[in-house]
DNA sequence: TATTGTTATACTCTATAACTATA
DNA sequence: TATAGTTATAGAGTATAACAATA
């Protein structure tokens, strides 16, 4: 009845990768208003961290500064990101969004959540249940280990 | 207690890209012998189903031809994929592991599903039980949306 | 000295468009 | 005419290395 860890690991490398596709064309449509998913993530966490630095930006998602640099970069050309200088540090800059921003992640999270609704909508009440709480599950293990990755990178690039 | 679909949504939206993070990281590491996840999965493919064509694994993976093209020489020009004329079809090629290819791909599934056991392993046996039927829910899902979308393209591209 | 942001450079993934060879 | 593979080109994501400004 119960899986031992190595299954349910192999199950895990075998089906996110097929959910990652279809998130990604799915915002890359013009349904979703273009963005990748990097740009997306970009946007979400300067959404519920306004005022953030760029470095807190890469540090949540596990990517380095340049990465986080040049993708921040295009979105203030754009228009969805404002960025200033920090009157506290003066090494630092203050992130947030543009209404503008706002807009665009809304329709993109709302686009790409319709479309998984849809893909979803086979399941009966009691397996979206089990879908829900096994996520709920994962969530926090793979935030947490986001965490020590970028932890162990520190560690290294220092000795 | 049951969950409306635009919450699971949701929560697969949340979650998907915090597991693809890791599984990209593992891959990329020296560990798992440094393959990017689409060539990890271009390996997959062309091990299940040897003497398959290019635009075969294109459309399993949801990618066009030019895009698996030039993953699939690059492999060839790191001896881990031949590439062969089809004497049946001479438009064809078949493309087939080495055994180097095998390897690597055995080294890089088994050092992602050990990183991921170990992710995985503060879940009970119970809550193992819960995320393995979950994904086993989600994979048809997927599978069959990938699909759809090829087809949807396909017909786009002949209207 | 350490941290923050930036620039330079290089490599991979990705798509569209256009092409060749074959069916 | 249609299909399989290839090439050219362009844009986005990613990392490492090196740098300037600030703390």
Chains 1, 2 share one sequence.
Request: proline share 6%; aromatic share 4%; net charge positive.
């Amino acid at each position: 009845m119960s899986q031992p860890p190595e299954t349910v690991a192999r199950r895990i490398l075998d089906v996110t990768p097929l959910m990652m596709r279809v998130i990604h064309t799915e915002m890359r449509s013009q349904r979703a208003a273009d963005l990748t998913v990097p740009q997306f993530r970009v946007l979400l966490f300067i959404n519920r961290n306004p005022g953030c630095s760029l470095l807190a930006v890469a540090r949540s998602l596990g990517l380095t500064s340049p990465t986080i640099f040049k993708i921040v970069d295009g979105q203030v050309d754009d228009g969805l990101v404002r960025r200033q200088d920090s009157s506290q540090d003066r090494r630092k800059i203050l992130l947030t969004l543009t209404p503008r921003g706002q807009d665009i992640l809304q329709k993109t999270r709302e686009g790409t959540q319709l479309r998984l609704t849809e893909i979803i909508s086979p399941l009966s009440a009691r397996e979206r249940e089990v879908v829900f709480e096994a996520l709920g599950l994962l969530q926090p293990l793979f935030l947490q280990r986001n965490e020590q990755e970028k932890m162990i990178n520190h560690g290294e690039r220092e000795s």
